[in-house]
């Protein structure tokens, strides 16, 4: 059993840590519950990728990153899987309400951001001694408002609806944290989706989804060797036990994917954006960070600058990408409709879905990748001999009162097992009782979270009958 990570053995400060001037400064970059090992993966791999000296571990729905402005810098243009990146300008414990104002004053807020700038204050609480999460902002902003007075005279205003710079704290038992947002528009939000669907699935969450599913392994067999991509041990380990072989089987990751219930066709958009190494946020000018520390403006702006061409350097083409995937499905026995360009392929029953999943596609440059088409998840058929199925059927809020989910997950099953050999499915979904109408038993089970729904993303593999190609 792997053991827990301890954050204070990683970090290199004490408990009680506030913020410097120094070289190095500690972040924390947001992501969903359930998702820290996906996001810490990430991180490893950006810091590796554009040669960023720092120190990474996990924390509750988050990471914690220790390095300089160009961790923060990075983490903001090029992670897929995180939410938000903050400043942590102060964590200590704290025992009375006094506490609250006396951490926030240690911070010399006039070095963090100009006087002429509007700030909010959001503050969350858990299992503590305050009651009052607005108490809690306004000790804080108080502290705020007094240092400025301090050195100036004056105080900047507070905008609670569309501040310059937003200041989060956090109240846990007795830890006290106080950090200053540095991305603004949160990371999720790419840029491309056009209007909402029903329930979307946050484009964060489906990105860390694809990760947990070895897409971003497959991408680089893709573009670097074309070499066979494996699921893991413990997977092939059951299907060994399910089909009663002596011999080991593997099974092969496929670049084909189909969301036979695409809604606005986020899953499929962010297989594409993983595959192309597109980073949306590259191309935002907004970030919050371009308003914080304004004596280290230079730098920032230089940093910035360094990795957005770094970043820009890495996208591949459409064209490109259509190929290599052609040429790994080659190299690996893998047959597909040659008649037919997209990889990925999405269906919905309702025609409005399938407008907007189209319309967002075109606005992020992939319309050319995905193949959108009206039909019942019923229908759906293989476009290639092997493949990923992957799907977010209805659950929680997205249920009617008395719904009975059990003609859908067992139709999904069934449609798995007769007409999808070769293939993998994915699916995530909040219904412990809709998961065991699918009649498969998952190869891997993972606990998520969508939002405050606790979910399972399940894995099914369809074991190997005469595969069939749809024309």
């Known amino acids: ?74 983490a903001n243009l090029a992670s897929l899987c995180a939410s938000r990146v903050l400043l942590v ?12 104002y006396h951490l926030a004053r240690t911070i010399h807020w006039p070095d963090l951001f100009s006087k002429n700038l509007t700030f909010s204050v959001n503050a ?25 007075r301090d050195q100036f005279g004056e ?15 956090r109240l846990f038992r007795d830890k006290f944290s106080i950090s200053v947002d540095t991305t603004g528009v949160p990371l999720s939000q790419r840029g491309y989706r056009v209007e909402t669907v029903e329930a979307p699935l946050k484009e964060s969450l489906a990105s860390s989804l694809l990760r947990i599913s070895g897409l971003h392994l497959l991408a680089n067999s893709i573009w670097n060797s074309s070499n066979p991509v494996y699921f893991e041990d413990k997977e092939t380990r059951l299907l060994k036990e399910q089909s009663r072989e002596t011999k080991k089987p593997q099974i092969l990751l496929s670049p084909y994917i189909l969301d036979p219930m695409c809604g606005s066709g986020t899953f499929l958009i962010e297989a594409a954006l993983l595959l192309l190494h597109w980073k949306p946020n590259v191309h935002r000018n907004d970030f919050a960070f371009m308003d914080l520390c304004p004596q280290k403006s230079q ?17 591949k083409s459409l064209t490109d990408l259509i190929m290599r995937i052609q040429m790994y499905a080659e190299k690996n026995n893998i047959n597909f409709n040659s008649n037919i360009l997209s990889p990925f392929h999405g269906s ?24 959108f088409t009206k039909k019942n998840a019923f229908d759906a058929q293989p476009h290639a001999s092997q493949g990923m199925l992957i799907v ?24 798995w097992k007769q007409q999808f050999p070769h293939w993998t499915a994915w699916m995530i979904t909040g219904s412990e009782e809709g998961a065991k109408r699918v009649g498969l038993r998952p190869s891997r089970k993972v606990a998520v979270y969508n939002g405050s729904i606790p979910c399972k993303f399940l894995q099914y593999v369809m074991y190997p009958r005469n595969p069939k190609v749809s024309e």
């Not at 977010?392 to 449609?415: A, F, M, S, V």
């Open 299 to 315: 730098e920032m702006k230089a940093a910035l600058k360094n990795l957005k061409t770094k970043i820009l350097a890495k996208e």
């Open 124 to 148: 969350s609480l858990n299992d503590t001694f305050v009651r009052n999460s607005m108490f809690v902002g306004l000790k804080v902003k108080d502290a705020i408002c007094d240092s400025f």
């Open 1 to 74: 059993m792997k053991k827990k990570e301890n954050p204070r053995r990683n970090s290199s400060h004490p408990q009680g840590y506030r913020h410097s001037d120094h070289t190095r400064q500690r972040f924390f970059i947001s992501t969903s519950r359930g998702f820290e090992d996906i996001l810490k993966d990430e991180l490893e791999e950006i810091c590796s990728e554009y040669q960023i000296k720092g120190n990474i571990w996990k924390g509750s729905a988050g990471c914690y990153l220790e390095s300089a402005w160009d961790g923060c810098i990075a």
């Open 89 to 100: 300008l102060a964590e200590d414990e704290v025992s009375q309400e006094e506490d609250l």
């Open 392 to 415: 977010n059927p209805p659950y929680g809020e997205r249920l009617e009162e008395g719904e009975d989910l059990t003609p859908l997950y067992q139709g999904l099953g069934d449609l």
């Open 155 to 169: 105080r900047p205003d507070v905008n609670t609806e569309n501040p310059d710079v937003k200041i989060f704290v």
């Open 348 to 371: 919905d029953i309702s025609e409005r879905n399938i407008e907007t999943a189209r319309e967002c596609a075109k606005v992020a440059g992939l319309s050319k990748l995905i193949n």
